[in-house]
């Protein structure tokens, strides 16, 4: 545990001076640590993920330690997701899979990154999903969440227009 005083704000423990302790993604950008960099611009570095789900499975991220995507600012957001684009569009013409599938998550590394992977209809990753969406239609813990009455409420808390 970490005394309290040492939290940052965004819930990463510090040691010192206020540099995050352990951030792979971090100790990569600061070339602590190797990466296969890809590509990058001002605000946003692309490399492959060493534990690929698919052959070309990369990570963008922003330089700075961002924990979950929507804390990024209106600039970083606009600097991932062109890189994400570039660097899928390399995908598509190297590696030539069906499509580029993309998702953001952060619950084991808090420091936001964009899954791009390549997919291909029958890969494990591919499966993976088909399997998610089957649960996704099936589950009956989830159905009471697709009733008309319940969509409306939540419809009613969301909507910005
Ligand atoms: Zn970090």
Redesign the pocket.
């Known amino acids: 545990m970490v005394d309290p005083a040492h939290r940052r704000s965004d819930g990463l423990e510090v040691e010192g001076a206020g540099s ?1 302790r352990s ?1 792979v ?2 100790d990569i950008l600061a070339g602590k640590e190797p990466g296969f960099i890809v590509h990058e611009n001002e605000l946003a570095v692309a490399l492959l993920d060493i534990n690929p789900l698919a052959r070309g499975h990369c990570l963008v991220l922003p330089r700075r ?1 961002v924990p979950w995507w929507h804390d990024m600012s209106a600039e970083e957001t606009a600097a991932v997701f062109q890189l994400a684009r570039e660097v899928a569009e390399r995908i598509m013409a190297s590696l030539k899979p069906e499509f580029v599938a993309m998702y953001v998550r952060g619950r084991r590394i808090p ?1 936001t990154h964009v899954f791009l992977v390549p997919t291909n209809q029958g890969e494990p990753f591919d499966r993976h999903f088909n399997a998610l969406e089957g649960f996704q239609e099936a589950a009956q813990s989830l159905a009471s969440l697709g009733n008309p009455e319940q969509l409306d409420l939540v419809w009613q808390q969301l909507k910005i227009l």
Do not use: G, S
């Open positions: 995050p951030c993604f971090c330690h420091h």
